[in-house]
């Protein structure tokens, strides 16, 4: 089927319109920092798919390390912006969403747009990075509630899987994040599950 230049406008009004009202659904819902308040930069290229998302990735940042304040968390997201988009040619910042130490969660990709956080997973997932070296210490309670209430919106708004599965970063991927405290803390959470996916993200042709 040939796509007519019409018809995409109709669906990039629709699609922008959705997103529009579910970024301020959540505003309405969570402690939510958008694009346009941290000063994002635009992305190079969105590329789209389809939900429920079935699986939720956590990561840690280790650089940036955490971060307490508005201030502080904007700029961080700033940071990993630039060095993925600049450093590793990425589209984007290669979160979903990432969650600042001031107990906020800060607007990346956002949902069912694909990221570059887990190989092979980044079609099918929602990366959420907890800003900061989780490796020694635990964030604190009001991250850990800010992650459990995306994930918790997600489900009710059937955005994500009512069965997905939680994983860590280091479960796709030869890597420490999201920080051995972290990933502890996670085993613990509903939907978690001890699955290893791991490859050189190198092998896999692009």
């Known amino acids: 089927m040939v796509m007519t230049f019409s018809g995409m406008r109709s669906i990039f009004i629709v699609v922008s319109m959705t997103l529009i009202s579910l970024e301020e659904s959540m505003a309405c819902s969570l402690p939510y920092v958008g694009r346009e308040i941290w000063d994002a930069k ?24 955490a971060c307490t304040t508005g201030k502080e968390c904007s700029r961080a997201m700033q940071s990993m912006q630039q060095m993925h988009q600049q450093e590793r040619g990425w589209n984007d910042i290669g979160y979903s ?3 600042g130490g001031d107990g906020r969660v800060y607007e990346g990709r956002g949902f069912n ?3 570059a956080h887990a190989p092979r997973y980044n079609s099918k997932s929602v990366g959420i990075c907890m800003i900061g070296d989780w490796r020694v210490d635990l964030p604190s309670e009001k991250m850990i509630a800010a992650v459990e209430s995306l994930i918790e919106y997600g489900v009710r708004n059937n955005i994500i899987a009512s069965n997905y599965t939680l994983i860590g970063h280091r ?8 920080g051995d405290r972290l990933f502890e803390e996670i085993k613990t959470w509903p939907h978690f599950v001890d699955m290893w996916d791991v490859v050189d993200p190198n092998t896999i042709a692009t």
């Open 113 to 115: 747009v694909v990221g």
């Open 171 to 178: 479960q796709t991927r030869p890597t420490e994040c999201p």
């Open 97 to 99: 969403f990432a969650v």
């Open 42 to 65: 635009p992305p190079k290229d969105v590329q789209m798919f389809p939900g429920p998302i079935p699986f939720v990735i956590i990561h840690h940042s280790y650089i940036p390390d």
